[in-house]
Structure formats: C-alpha cells, structure tokens
C-alpha cells in the first residue's frame, strides 16, 4: 500500500510512535519508539533480546500509532507487517534516526559495549488518521 500525501506529510514530522506487537502467548506490548518513513515502507530500530523484537521475530503482524504532541486528535495508525529485519543496517539506521529526533548520532550506554541494533522494515497494510488536513 502506498502512504497518501497528507499521511507522509504527518509522518514527515519526528513524533514519537507508539509499536504495538503480541507475544506467542497473546499479550500485547506496546512501546514508544522512534520511525521514519523509506519510500513506502516504516523503519523503525531495536536492540537484539528486547521484547518488541522477539514478538515480531514471532509474529510479523503490528500496530503503529503517531500522535501530535500538540493535538492529539490529529493522528495516524498504521497497521502493517515486518517484510525485513536487517541486521547489516541496524547501527547505521539508529544514527539516522538519532540525527532526526535529536541532531546526533547515537549515543550507546556509557562503558557498555554497543549493543547489536536490528532495524525493522515495515510494510503498511491498513493506515487511518484523524484531521490530517
């Protein structure tokens, strides 16, 4: 499914998402979390061993919710499917987004070696929205 433009335009600004996925036993987990949009897929960026990563390993299936902060009655759900886990690009991806929310790259938790960074191509299924025009 292609993004329309008043959807990619609200996507366009660097809103916090929210990722919804459920485990293999059906609980929901929900996580806020950063995203920017590639083409017509959603990219968003994780460490190896967190939650929302092994849902998704599991099931491919998600929510996606981007609120603005300034009204939240303007927003957009995308319900949509992992088509990738790219573990080549994860440490690049999370620079990209890093530079987007916060004008740096990322930071890595002090005297931690740098975690394995995973990033999650998303492919929308079903997107809706509130006052995007």
């Given at each position: 499914m292609s993004l329309n433009d008043a959807t990619r335009a609200f996507l366009d600004n660097p809103y916090t998402a929210v990722l919804a996925t459920t485990s293999v036993r059906g609980r929901?987990?929900?996580t806020p979390i950063w995203y920017l949009v590639d083409g017509d897929h959603i990219v968003v960026?994780?460490?190896r061993g967190r939650v929302k990563l092994q849902n998704l390993e599991a099931n491919p299936y998600l929510a996606l919710t981007v609120v603005d902060p300034q009204n939240v009655y303007r927003y957009?759900?995308?319900q949509g499917?992992?088509?990738r886990f790219d573990h080549e690009s994860g440490a690049r991806d999370i620079d990209r987004l890093s530079m987007r929310y916060t004008g740096k790259p990322y930071r890595y938790a002090a005297g931690n070696t740098p975690e394995e960074r995973v990033?999650?191509?998303i492919r929308p299924l079903r997107?809706?929205?509130l006052r995007l025009g």
């Open positions: 929901s987990q929900a960026n994780t460490s957009v759900q995308v499917k992992v088509v990033t999650i191509v997107v809706s929205g």
